[in-house]
């Protein structure tokens, strides 16, 4: 359900798009969007008006060299957390999914070998940052780093911190 919902505000979050041609009035909008302007619309707006050439967004997912110095960075400072843009494993999802798809239907061999790198260095990101998490949820010191974590992350920590919470009362002498 939470992820659910983290979702749905990954859709609608604004992104700043550039207008490529006047679009007709657009009721949900309460606009209409004039060439040559930069707008900040809902995210799902803005994928369906740029696949219809309306508009180009202008706030991209990361690319897989992005991905390649974030995972350095996080290796080199394992024990602490960077702070990352919200909805960035929602974008990095999102980005490695294309680009997967792309090498498929062009069946681009190199396009493959950057889509499984890009993998990996997600991959391990990830793991760091969730074994901070545990970590943190373990020594019950999660409002530390609880400003460098994602949106989706503070979601899975609350979740898990819940979880040991009502474990441990439940089976232990905790209170």
Known sequence: MEFDI???MYALSPVKVMVLKSTPYIPTLRASLQKGSEERIPRLYAQILEELGYVEILDKLPSPQELTKLRFSHIQQRSSL?????????????M???LEEKAKKETDI??????????????EVYNIRISNIFRAIQFRSLDTISKFLTLEERTLATLLYQLLESWLRRYTLVR
């Open 6 to 8: 983290l979702n749905l």
């Open 82 to 94: 960077m702070k990352l843009d919200d909805y960035f494993y929602i974008s990095v999802s999102g």
């Open 96 to 98: 490695v999914t294309k």
């Open 110 to 123: 190199m396009l493959l070998k950057v889509v499984e790198r890009a993998k990996e260095d997600f991959s």
